[in-house]
């Protein structure tokens, strides 16, 4: 078969399934889940193809139920950092010489393995390394990433089109090499979507990939990188390096070949990388590009047209789901005085019904906060608010840590639009309401654009159309997601392309081509048909005399 003349089929969304009681879909991930959870991973890192097991190894445990051991995963040291990066570039001359459609072909057919018999794998593992539902699970490990290895190629294959303009004797083309050295993927814990394609992002356009996993991700990316060995991927080309992350990162930033850092993480981490490799500048070959998708403060504001109903859902939904553990999630709300008392009534009644637990039952609508760190952050943020005379503490549920590090959804209501409960991210299941009065619905617009100093996602509610088009206007710098009547949560590929600006990152919008030219240097050809033969131009010839 020959592959370059394949035809690429157009992307399409994978359809979500429901689990319903008694539907094939949800035998099949209950017995992924009893089997995951009746052994232990034994996780190595992999340079060049090769699963390398180290004498310092780190534990994965379930959030849910955190003496609950589900892997031990090799950590890299400063040599074997330094031994994926040679392999990276070893590989990288192979796999830069292959057509587009070769490099696809691996990562279609990784498509068709994570829609079909890895699904569930992939999908148990995501449940139970990062306390993921199964429909939270069901969106992420499987459908995103499924949508991301499908809408990638389509995207690249678009890029390789777009050529410039040739005229008559003239041919111009444009190459879309990938860059010069590796990319460092450096890759967060609650997408196993996220952490797939900060690797496959690259390494479709040509580049080799050096991938720093999340360690509590480490399960659920490690079977991913199975898979893709699995679709073909060569050797080298991905490199899986779990580790301590400042001694990995020392090592990759100081090598003259780094190309660029794919990140996704908070924004104190992708300053410091930023910082870094400014400081070792002058010893790279070229300059490295760094594409971060970092912290948000992520907004809704309600206009007092909007309806209660989508509103109270749309912030339970938006606030709630994988227990606020989302960059996009609703973490500081904007209500009208008029609608206050019957949404707040209307959220209280929805959260008292959201069951909280293990979510191998499949019955939780929450499931834990990834690890100790994450558990006492937040604990400490929900006592400091019940001590705060400036906030009062609607919802009742305290934290718990005796089985899991259980943090209940928790709503509070603010005095001051400024508090630090506005204005600070906190990555977990609080969310902060200030209450405005009705009057004041364009000074609160400008409250909402002002607060944060981030602009990732965020929503309006509003029945008023002349209110939506000026919310529109006004906070279209404040939010690179906007939502109207939705939740700012919930970003589909190939529908609504993800990423913020201001101190939220880059905005090179996953899931769309603007990221996929991130990994990509460009090479403008010409080729003339009747080169000229004399260096005389027609007006260096003498006047006419008359």
């Not at 003496?67 to 074997?80: I, P």
């Amino acid at each position: 078969m020959d592959i370059q003349n394949q035809t690429i089929a157009s992307a399409f969304n994978e359809p979500v399934l429901t689990y319903a009681p008694g539907s094939e879909e949800r035998r099949a991930l209950q017995n992924a889940l009893t089997s995951q959870s009746l052994r232990i991973e034994d996780i190595p890192l992999v340079i060049g193809g090769n699963k390398l097991h180290t004498s310092r190894q780190t534990e994965v445990l379930s959030p849910h139920r955190h003496r609950h051991v589900l892997a031990r995963v090799s950590s890299a040291s400063a040599f074997e950092a330094g031994a994926a990066v040679d392999a990276a570039l070893a590989a990288g001359v192979d796999w830069a010489g292959r057509t587009l459609a070769e490099r696809a072909a691996v990562f279609l057919k990784a498509a068709d393995l994570l829609a079909g018999p890895w699904r569930q794998r992939l999908n148990a593992a995501t449940m139970l390394g990062q306390s993921k539902t199964a429909q939270q699970a069901e969106i992420d490990s499987a459908c995103e990433l499924i949508d991301f290895l499908r809408f990638n190629v389509q995207f690249a294959h678009e890029i390789e089109a777009t050529q410039p303009l040739s005229i008559d004797g003239v041919a111009n083309g444009s190459d879309y090499r990938p860059l010069e050295g590796f990319v460092y993927a450096i890759t967060p814990f609650n997408f196993t979507a996220i952490g797939g394609n900060l690797a496959i992002a690259p390494a479709l356009m040509g580049n080799t990939v050096v991938w720093k996993p999340a360690g509590s991700a480490a399960l659920s990316n490690y079977l991913f990188m199975q898979l893709l060995e699995e679709a073909g991927l060569p050797p080298g080309v991905i490199n899986f390096l779990p580790g301590d992350p400042r001694e990995i990162t020392d090592t990759l930033l100081a090598s003259p070949h780094l190309a660029g850092i794919h990140f996704t993480g908070s924004t104190a981490v992708f300053d410091q990388l930023w910082q870094e490799t400014a400081q070792n500048l002058r010893r790279y070959r070229s300059y490295p590009r760094l594409v971060g998708e970092t912290g948000g403060k992520d907004f809704v504001i309600a206009h007092p047209s909007a309806d209660v109903e989508a509103l109270a859902v749309g912030l339970v939904r938006g606030a709630y789901e994988y227990q606020g553990q989302k960059c996009s999630a609703a973490s500081r709300a904007y209500v009208p005085a008029s609608l206050w008392p019957e949404v707040k009534a209307r959220m209280l009644a929805l959260m008292a019904e959201l069951p909280m637990g293990d979510v191998q039952d499949f019955g939780n609508f929450m499931g834990a906060v990834i690890d100790r760190r994450a558990y006492d952050r937040l604990a400490a943020a929900i006592s400091g608010a019940h001590a705060d005379e400036g906030v009062e503490v609607l919802s009742s549920g305290a934290p718990d840590d005796s089985v899991g590090y259980f943090v209940p959804p928790t709503l509070v209501e603010v005095r001051d639009p400024k508090h630090r409960l506005m204005t600070e991210e906190l990555f977990g299941p609080l969310l902060a309401v200030f209450v405005y009065a009705d009057v004041d619905w364009r000074h609160t617009l400008a409250l909402v654009d002002g607060t944060s100093a981030y602009a990732l996602t965020g929503a309006v509610f509003a029945a008023d159309e002349a209110a939506i088009d000026e919310a529109h206007e006004v906070l279209r710098f404040a939010a690179g997601n906007f939502y109207v009547n939705d939740k700012p949560t919930g970003a589909v590929v190939g529908q609504q392309p993800f990423g913020g600006a201001r101190r939220s990152g880059t905005n090179d919008k996953a899931g769309s081509a603007l990221n996929l030219l991130r990994w990509v240097s460009a090479r403008t050809v010409k080729r003339t048909a009747a080169p000229a033969r004399d260096p005389r131009y027609p007006h260096m010839a003498p006047d006419h005399v008359a």
